[in-house]
C-alpha cells in the first residue's frame, strides 16, 4: 500500500516561511512524480505544485508560484514543499500525492493517489 | 480552463440507499478523462474512479462512475456507513487542474 507521510506544518505569522515533508512508502519513489495538493477551511481540493520522477520539471499554481519551492530526495524517498512569504489564504490541509502513472512531468495533469493524513499550516498573526 | 460543477451540494441518505452524484463540465472533458475522489476529514483523499468509469484498485465493485463529454455521474448501489463522506471529481484532460466543490453525501 502507499504510504505518504506529511509533516512540517503549523502555526506560522504572515510573511514568514515554514518547510513540508513528505515521507514516501510502499511503491517506487523514483519512477512517480509527486504533487502536493491543500484543501483551506470550508473548501475544496486545490493542487499546488508538482514535481517529476527526476526533479526535472516543476509546476506551481498561479496563487504560490514565486513563493514556494517543491523539490524531492529520491535516496531519500522524499518530497519537499517549501514555503515562503506565507498569507492567510496558505491557510490549509497539505497533502502530498503521487501520479498513479510512472514517469510524468510535474507539470501534467494527471490523477493522484493520495496516502497520508496531510499536514495543517495556519497562516495567522 | 474547464469549469466542474457538482451537485447536489449534500445528499442526505440512508445506509442501503443509492447515491447519485454529479459532476458536470463547463466544456466536454478530452477523452473522458475525469477521476472521482472520496474525502473524510482527518483522511486522506481516496481515489475511486479515473477515466470515468474505471475503478481503481482496491475500491470496492457498489461504485461506479458513467458518463462522457460534459456530463459524468458517480453511482454508490448501496451506501455502506463508511461512503459518507466527500465526493470530488477532477478533471485531467487538460494542462490546468480543476477540481469540483464536492458533493457531501451525508446520513439522513
Known amino acids: 500500500d502507499v504510504h505518504l507521510m506529511e509533516s512540517g506544518g503549523g502555526l506560522a505569522q504572515p510573511g514568514r516561511s515554514l518547510r513540508l515533508s513528505c515521507t514516501a512508502s510502499g511503491f517506487t519513489f523514483d519512477e512517480f512524480a509527486m504533487h502536493w495538493v491543500r484543501q483551506a477551511p470550508g473548501k475544496g481540493l486545490e493542487w499546488v505544485s508538482g514535481?517529476?520522477?527526476?526533479?526535472?520539471?516543476?509546476?506551481?499554481s498561479d496563487s504560490v508560484k514565486g513563493r514556494f519551492t517543491i523539490s524531492r530526495d529520491n535516496d531519500k524517498t522524499s518530497l519537499y514543499l517549501e514555503m515562503n512569504g506565507l498569507r492567510a489564504d496558505d491557510t490549509a490541509f497539505y497533502y502530498c500525492a503521487k501520479d498513479i502513472n510512472p514517469f510524468g512531468r510535474g507539470s501534467t495533469v494527471t490523477v493522484l493517489e493520495f496516502g497520508g493524513q496531510g499536514t495543517l499550516v495556519t497562516i495567522s498573526s | 480552463e474547464i469549469v466542474l460543477t457538482q451537485s447536489p451540494g449534500t445528499l442526505s441518505l440512508s445506509p442501503g440507499e443509492r447515491a447519485t452524484l454529479s459532476c458536470r463540465a463547463s466544456q466536454s472533458v478530452r477523452d473522458n478523462y475525469l477521476a472521482w475522489y472520496q474525502h473524510k476529514a482527518g483522511q486522506a483523499p481516496r481515489l475511486l474512479m479515473y477515466?470515468?468509469?474505471r475503478r481503481f484498485t482496491g475500491v470496492p465493485a457498489r461504485f461506479s462512475g458513467s458518463g462522457s463529454g460534459t456530463d459524468f455521474t458517480l453511482t454508490i448501489s448501496r451506501l455502506e456507513p463508511e461512503d459518507f463522506a466527500v465526493y470530488y471529481c477532477q478533471q485531467y484532460g487538460t494542462s490546468t487542474w480543476t477540481f469540483g466543490q464536492g458533493t457531501r453525501v451525508e446520513i439522513k
Open positions: 477515466n470515468a468509469s
Open positions: 514535481i517529476s520522477w527526476n526533479s526535472v520539471d516543476m509546476a506551481y
